[in-house]
């Protein structure tokens, strides 16, 4: 029992906005697929046919990658409440960077949080609602405060020293830099 849609409608947007969690995939070719939870504050809608997430540093860099490389990502949502519902984003996206000319336009949409190396730009393609009747009942606690705490105690050189693993993907696809800035640093500006 799934429809789709051309753009997201308000009740769409309203069920968005409801959710702690949602998660990305992505994949290239003869790449493994990426599927990755997300959690904070990082999602927004820009309009009915734009969406955009806020990315911390993490422990690799596949989004990244797989954008560059073929551009199709997926989002889910998933409603833990009621009304049962699981919403698909189909669309295109790219990394938009700190140091790039899109940068300002889109983060003032966000409050950016410690570990801030990019915001995925999304254009919406299509959207999909099924019905979610296997989606289990589950209560949000709260968000855990482990990675902002790690990107807040981190020394940016120490960060930018470790970079190899956030420079190309797991399968070897070359990712743009998304070292943290550090004034001074070319390097680490593109």
Not at 62 to 77: C, K, P, Q, S
Not at 115 to 137: A, K, L
Request: hydrophobic share 40%; net charge negative.
């Amino acid at each position: 029992m799934s429809d789709f849609f051309d753009a997201l409608t308000d009740k769409h947007i309203a069920m968005i906005e409801a959710q702690p969690v949602f998660f990305v995939a992505t994949a290239a070719p003869d790449a493994r697929i990426n599927l990755s939870p997300k959690g904070y504050d990082a999602f927004r809608v820009l309009s009915p046919t734009r969406v955009a997430y806020l990315d911390l540093g993490g422990s690799g860099n596949e989004t990244n990658a797989h954008l560059l490389a073929d551009g199709r990502i997926t989002v889910m949502f998933c409603n833990f409440q009621q009304p049962a519902l699981i919403l698909r984003i189909y669309g295109k996206g790219k990394p938009v960077l700190t140091w790039e000319s899109g940068w300002e336009e889109i983060a003032q949409h966000f409050t950016l949080l410690p570990g801030t190396r990019q915001i995925f730009d999304i254009e919406v393609e299509s959207v999909q609602t099924s019905c979610g009747w296997g989606v289990p009942f589950m209560q949000f606690e709260r968000e855990r405060n482990t990675l902002l705490k790690a990107h807040s105690n981190v020394d940016p050189l120490e960060w930018a020293g470790k970079a190899k693993r956030r420079r190309e993907s797991i399968d070897g696809l070359p990712t743009r830099t998304t070292d943290r800035y550090i004034a001074g640093d070319t390097a680490t500006e593109g």
